[in-house]
């Protein structure tokens, strides 16, 4: 087990390597990463695997909300049947249930600040059991997944022999 | 017009330039080379350790600190040395700072040799032992370690070089190029050999915290050791700090104010701001050593499994970061092998023949580098394997 949970930070980091090069760091047989890899990917504890895109560096319009959401949970179900209501819309990027002061983070991308409004205001408010939502819209992406949005300037002048 | 050949001392004419150097000239010009030539951590010191320095800017500690290092800082090495090693040494009067481990050679090397001086040095090994001896009219004697002893240097090969006139040996693990390392009992046997005797230690310990499956064990842990070793050390390769210029020594008293006298006419001290940083290394860094540590550890099964599969023999390297494969096989020498490779596939390795005697045969591949270019790095290697047949 404490094998896949190598295989699984290592993927987390970089789903590219190779199975020869996860076999390296992980200390596994490639066929054991193969194998591990099929289990993990059958149990769905990996979802996928997936690029992270800049897309401010495209010509495609991008925007991104961060909506904070009270609802009225429900006996039986509690948050999970009026959370399944919201991520089923394709605009939902992330669900998140909260502790604190709301219930869900609602995370959202669309092409425009009127599609965005428009999902906001026409699906996700008349949900019936939400009671309130706040929308954030997120200005500038500093940093996902560990991976910094800004290219990083390395040092010019490296170690050199003269 | 002055001719300069005559002015510039005999000693530094006969000093050979570095054998690595023209590798990293030609790569420089080669679009998609990749360099596992420089022998320099990948990572970039982690950001509480440049955040410490950039705070000690900010409150203006811009000042010289006292010759031997900040007391904060010797304190804080003599508490990492305990923790990490069991060693003890107090942190005001047997620990000096010093401007990288290379400094703490020199000064070391300055402060025991007479002119005729014998220093015993494991080959290969880093380049500056041998050079540095020279300059102070000593004598390198180079005692060639063997890939079957898994690059250690043996008992038997220390006796053999020792003489009247052998001032110290030079103890480079775990070891620049090769990977080798020592364990308890191969030092216990060299302990055995220099106790009772007046040679010095000079315990080059820098990739002390780059050894994989065995913890490191220091010269100066065995008994009777810790009052003839010179142990050197510093940040370079534990934190990634090659930049920040930072080491230090331990030793007996006398040897490490003897060094103290001769680094305050010569350097005063090491950097401040890089003084204040290490503090904050030494204090709250073993997460970063532990995780760089496992990162180096999965990169070097990938290059070794990678130049076995590929038919290369290669040792398994259990210290620092580098492989040392041998490629006898080829028919090359390791210079022509290194020189042909970065020609046909802008790949930069070095020979091991550019580390001293017992290194031809062999190459030196660092693998302080991404997955991504080592696995370039192997593919290519395949390549020009195949036009060798």
């Known amino acids: 087990m404490e094998q896949n949970t190598k295989l699984l930070q290592l993927l987390e980091s970089d789903c590219t390597l190779t199975t020869d090069q996860l076999a390296a760091m992980a200390n596994m047989t490639a066929a054991e990463v193969e194998a591990a890899k099929k289990e993990l990917e059958k149990q769905r504890i990996i979802l996928g695997y997936q690029a992270v895109v800049d897309w401010d560096q495209t010509q495609r319009e991008n925007v991104t909300a961060l909506i904070e959401v009270k609802v009225t949970p429900q006996r039986g179900d509690g948050f999970d049947r009026i959370a399944e209501r919201i991520y089923q819309y394709d605009e939902v990027e992330s669900l998140y249930l909260m502790s604190g002061a709301f219930d869900f983070t609602v995370i959202i991308s669309g092409r425009t600040l009127k599609e965005v409004a428009h999902f906001v205001g026409e699906k996700l408010s008349t949900i019936d059991e939400v009671t309130g939502t706040a929308t954030h819209f997120i200005l500038r992406k500093y940093k996902e997944n560990h991976l910094v949005f800004e290219r990083q300037e390395e040092q010019q002048e490296r170690f050199v022999l003269e | ?389």
């Not at chain 2, 320099?40 to 350790?49: N, R, V």
């Not at chain 2, 055995?192 to 010095?200: K, P």
């Not at chain 2, 009052?227 to 040897?255: D, H, Q």
């Not at chain 2, 760089?292 to 499994?305: C, H, I, S, T």
Request: hydrophobic share 40%.
């Open chain 2, 1 to 389: 017009m002055i001719d300069y050949e005559k002015i510039l001392c005999g000693r530094i004419k006969q000093v050979k330039p570095s054998g690595i150097r023209k590798y990293f000239d030609l790569l420089q010009g080669m679009e998609g080379g990749i360099s596992l030539g420089i022998g320099e951590p990948d990572f970039i010191t982690p950001w509480h350790i440049r955040d410490a320095g950039i705070y000690s800017l900010e409150k203006g500690f811009t000042k010289y600190s006292p010759n031997a290092g900040l007391s904060d800082l010797r304190k804080a090495i003599s508490r990492y040395l305990k923790r990490r090693f069991d060693l003890d040494y107090e942190g005001i009067g047997q620990i000096l700072v010093t401007v990288g481990g290379s400094e703490g050679l020199d000064l070391a090397f300055r402060c025991l040799l007479e002119p005729g001086d014998e220093v015993i040095i494991p080959s290969p090994s880093f380049v500056c032992y041998g050079p540095l001896v020279s300059m102070l009219h000593g004598v390198p004697v180079l005692v060639e370690t063997k890939a079957e002893d898994e690059f250690r240097l043996t008992a038997e090969e220390l006796k053999a070089a020792i003489t009247p006139r052998t001032r110290a040996v030079v103890l480079p693990f775990p070891n620049n190029p090769t990977g080798g390392i020592m364990g308890r009992e191969d030092l216990e046997a060299i302990a055995g050999v220099l106790r009772g005797t007046d040679i010095m230690v000079i315990s080059d310990e820098i990739y002390c915290e780059l050894t994989y499956g065995q913890h490191h064990v220091s010269m100066a842990n065995i008994p009777d050791m810790v009052e003839r070793t010179i142990l050197v050390n510093g940040f370079s390769k534990a934190y990634s700090m090659t930049g920040w210029r930072l080491g230090y020594v331990c030793g007996p008293k006398p040897i490490i104010a003897a060094m103290t006298k001769l680094h305050q006419f010569a350097i005063m001290c090491a950097p401040t701001t890089s003084q204040y940083a290490a503090i904050e290394a030494l204090d709250n860094g073993d997460r970063d050593i532990e995780a760089m540590k496992e990162e180096y550890d999965g990169r070097r099964r990938f290059l070794v499994d990678g130049f076995r599969r590929l038919g290369l023999e290669c040792f398994e390297p259990r210290g620092a970061f580098y492989t040392f494969p041998c490629i006898k096989s080829t028919g090359l020498t390791s210079e022509e092998f290194c020189d042909q490779f970065l020609a046909a596939e802008h790949v930069a390795v070095i020979p091991g023949a550019a580390f001293g005697p017992g290194g031809e045969g062999f190459v030196r591949a660092c693998y302080a580098a991404s997955m991504k270019d080592l696995g370039e790095a192997l593919e290519r290697l395949e390549r020009f394997l195949a036009t060798l047949k």
